[in-house]
Nanobody
């Protein structure tokens, strides 16, 4: 599967954005999908994941209650709604996909074989 992320931009603190990640290929519903982010000089950080076949959602502690991940299998797209944005949310956001990810590993970058190119989010104070 190939992934194409979009929707990033510049937003003021407290604002919202919605990121999209469109996938090509077949059997989209069989993939666990995730969003990670990487700020300058920092390691890639888990943001959110949504299991295949309606298996549930997972969030990083720093975004719980503010971000929402969802998927539209008919459109082969995963979304990340970002609300109540903070300057520390500034990063490049990457989408990822894998068929074999299990619940205990959703937050690990090594659990995903397929990655999008990233979309940049900048939150101004």
């Amino acid at each position: 599967v190939q992934l194409q992320a979009s929707g990033g931009g510049l937003v003021q603190a407290g604002g919202s954005l919605r990121l999209s990640c469109a996938a090509s290929g077949r059997s989209f519903s069989s993939y666990t999908l995730a969003w990670f982010r990487q700020a300058p000089g920092k390691e890639r950080e888990f943001v959110a994941a949504i299991k295949r076949y309606g298996g549930g959602t997972f969030y990083g502690d720093s975004v719980k209650g503010r971000f929402t991940i969802s998927r539209d299998n008919a459109k082969n797209t995963v979304y990340l709604q970002l609300n109540s944005l903070k300057p520390e949310d500034t990063a490049v956001y990457y989408c990822a996909a894998d068929r074999n990810t299990i619940s205990s590993t959703v937050s690990y970058t090594s659990a995903y074989d397929h990655w999008g190119q990233g979309t940049e989010v900048t939150v101004s104070s």
